[in-house]
């Protein structure tokens, strides 16, 4: 198959939700269409347990098993998809906004009782911010939940989207019947009252006909012929150019575990969702038909088992073919480096690839070259954008326990900050370290693999911060910044690129600081411009 025809036939996204609305019974029902995976629940074994917030082993135990799923392949219709899992647990948040920049689209999953729930408010947001393509599933729907259009009006209002519904359900709970596929113009009816079968589509290009009401009833007809009627009325026709620029969001209704809807969701992505896209970088914007290599690395994976220190780093392509045994410049190092195994994910498994293409995640052995955001290319010096550090929500001073070891221990912080587990800031006052972390639990895993991994032990002291602010002064010479750096002094700090960060008490203290001094900007993210 050419070069070109290789990156058409790429779809890569990811699912992103609140814990609990579906994601992995999604996920896998996909996989099961695409014949990656035989049974239900394979998907599900590796999920991160919801509510194990003290038992952190078991989720780092599983975080590690769940290196096969951090990358899903499949084969649909001739499709190949690669799937990035994001995880569900808010602990982990930094991860899942480090792999959306992986992603060319999304799927966000909806719980349809639920509605729009915290996690997703932030997720959505940062793919509104980059113009991330988002297609929404609203899940569950054998279940008792809102009306199809009170939550179109709240997907609208708190997650600021602009949606079309491309499928509207019939009934819902105890009463769903089924949906009317709008996209392809069909009726997909479940059979049976477990609600576990679903009877072929059946094809309704016009729903007056009376035959509708012989099949879903006709009660259920006429509700359906006045709420199409009305989705016609309120929504914008779907429009793929919209959608693709971020602008419109295409709604599907279903219930992953009964597997209704999903496949019409499927059929409608591949058809529809981005092929691999253009990709920033700081020189430059990269193509995805480039024939030259260019990729660079979103996540890194630790091995917890302390006889294998490596880690697996994951490499996004951007443009051109990965090739097993090809020198690539390792950019940041301005290193020439070959890799003999690279791995490719195959459903739940990986494997050695001789080839990979734009859009697809490669695995690399790495025993500490590697840090999130690094670039390879064949030999230009290029550097990606956009994996921005985000304010973490915990900070604490981090002492050395073990006056022995500290040259263990700043390795091992050194390392485990490249891994992206948590962010190190360093005060300008005194140089003490602080550590910031989106949830509490980073601080048990960093003190577990210090000690384990590296020999070293550490102690925190909690540090009331509310936010770490990045600074951007308008004029670094200007008076108002010189007094900004005098009084604010002891709450400057550098992060671990050297950038300058406010460590800010309360978000009243940020208004005021930004009120006091309205030429040094204050941003929630390492990246502003
Ligand atoms: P997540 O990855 O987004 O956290 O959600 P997950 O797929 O694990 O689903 C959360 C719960 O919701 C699971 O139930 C799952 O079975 C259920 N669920 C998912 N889709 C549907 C659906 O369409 N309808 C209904 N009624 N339930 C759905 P659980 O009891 O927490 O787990 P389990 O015991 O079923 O594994």
Partial sequence: MSFLKEIKRR?????????????????????????????????????IKKGATSD???????????????????????KKINILDTPGHKDFAEDTFRTLTAVDSVIVVIDVAKGVEEQTEKLVEVCRMRKIPMI???????????????????VEQKLGLRVTPLSFPIGMGYDFKGIYNIYGKKINLFSGDNKQTVSAGV????????????????????????ELELVTEVYPDFNKEEYLNGDLQPVFFGSALNNFGVKELLDCFIEIAPTPQPKKSEERLIDSKEEKLTGFVFKIHANMDPNHRNRLAFIKIVSGTFKRNAPYLHVRLNKKMKFSSPNAFFAEKKEIVDESFPGDIVGIQDTGN????????????????????????????????????????????????????????????????????????????????????????????????????????????????????????????????????????????????????????????????
């Fill in 203 to 226: 094809e309704f290009t016009d729903i007056s006909t009376p035959e509708l009401d012989g099949i879903i009833g006709g009660k259920a007809a006429e509700t359906l012929r006045e």
């Fill in 136 to 154: 929404v599933f609203i899940n569950k729907m054998d279940r008792e939940g809102k009306d199809a259009f009170d939550l179109l009006d709240e």
């Fill in 56 to 78: 952190f082993m078991e989720i780092e135990r599983q975080r590690g098993i769940s290196v096969a799923t951090s990358v899903l392949a499949f084969i649909y219709k001739d």
């Fill in 370 to 529: 590697f840090k999130i955001g690094d670039t390879l290319t064949e030999g230009e010096n290029l550097n990606f954008k956009g994996i921005p550090s985000f304010s973490p929500e915990h900070f604490r001073y981090v002492n050395n326990a073990d006056p022995l070891k500290s040259k263990q221990l700043y390795k091992g912080l050194d390392q485990l900050m490249d891994e992206g587990v948590a962010q190190l800031f360093t005060l300008d006052l005194n140089g003490r370290k602080i550590i910031g972390t989106v949830g509490a639990l980073q601080y048990e895993v960093i003190q577990y693999r210090l000690e384990h991994e590296y020999g070293a032990k550490c102690s925190y002291e909690n540090l009331p911060v509310h936010k770490a602010c990045w600074v951007e002064p308008q004029d670094p010479k200007n008076e108002e910044f010189k007094e900004f750096k005098r009084v604010k002094q002891r709450f400057l700090a550098k992060d671990k690129q050297g950038q300058l960060v406010f460590l800010a008490d309360s978000s009243f203290t940020i208004q005021m600081t930004q009120s006091k001094y309205p030429s040094v900007k204050l941003h929630f993210t390492s990246e502003f411009n």
């Fill in 11 to 47: 779809r890569t996204f990811g699912i992103i939700s609140h814990p609990d609305a579906g994601k992995t019974t999604l996920t896998e029902k996909l996989l099961l269409f695409g014949g990656a995976i035989q049974e239900a629940g394979a998907v599900k074994n590796n999920k």
